[in-house]
């Protein structure tokens, strides 16, 4: 049974709690080596899991003898990590968003191409078994012609701590952050469809806040400098975006509303012959002319170690991976369309460049 050898680029939450330790507890997975820009975590985190700590990732991608890496840092560093790791000739899995910018994905997409690597975005959604479970009924036609959607991921009060709040280092807020997964698997579940015109509203009109008993933000840093803490993206996302095939979609993400806390992701989609809802998860037609819904039974699944799996099988068997580089594209292309259309206060075009057609 073939190994192979896996490095982690960032150090933080997100490699700690999903990457490391479902790469460690991978068969077919070496967890060989670990960097971050402070060398301190790289080496507390080497120790923790046997690998080998580096200062910096260009290190690591020459001197470690990888097959694949993870890219786990924030989101402006994903597209400069991911490339280089790329060009020295690594598999890559990059966590979302895919980059901070629609520009900085095209460059990452043209480099995949170009290297002849595989090139995985994490969009961990479409590796739940509920999501997945809708995703075959809407391509069994059951639902007929899906021509509108909605999605959703609310939360009260829920702003993350670190870098996530500072635009330079996130490239936005929970439109980045978290309802990347909203719109990313209803996308996914629509059959992915190419993006037209996008009407996106950003709003900060909440945070910074002092509620009681709910924690906040941290000084936006990516090492163990002290520096001011920053809040200049947005606290709610709101989007209309229309497709080429004549299809529309709603998107919403919040960190902070005043509203009902949901942090659960909420997807509807309505088809010509039937729709579905993740959230509950249910089925929606009519029975003899008569309407019906079912409550649908799909059990839950650890979908951060069924991503992960999914990786290291396409490193191995050099398939390409089912949340693949230029969908990644498609998305963030849309994000920027989002923040456009917010900044400019009208329609904006989720276009690619001449470079990608």
Known sequence: M???KVGVVGIGAIAHIFHLPNYKNHSQVELAAVADIDFGRAQQAAEQWGAVAYKSAEAMFREAGLDAVSICTFNASHAE????????????LVEKPMTATAEEAERLVQTAERTGRILMVGMSSRYRYDVSALKGIVDSGELGDIYFAKARIIRR?????GWFTSKELSGGGPMMDIGVHALDAVWWLMGMPEPDNVLGKLFHRIAPYETKGNGFYEAASTD????PAIYDVEDFGTAYITFENGTALTVEASWAANGAQDDAMKIELYGTKGGVSLDPLFLFK????VPVESRLQVESNDYYKDEIDHFVQCVIRREQPLSGARQGLTIMRILDAIRISSETNSAAKAKAASAIQ
Request: proline share 4%; glycine share 8%.
């Open 157 to 161: 009060r829920g702003v993350p701590k």
């Open 286 to 289: 009519e029975s003899n002319l």
């Open 2 to 4: 073939r190994t192979i």
């Open 224 to 227: 163990n400098k002290v520096e």
């Open 81 to 92: 990590l991911a490339i280089a790791a790329l060009e020295a000739g690594l598999d890559v």
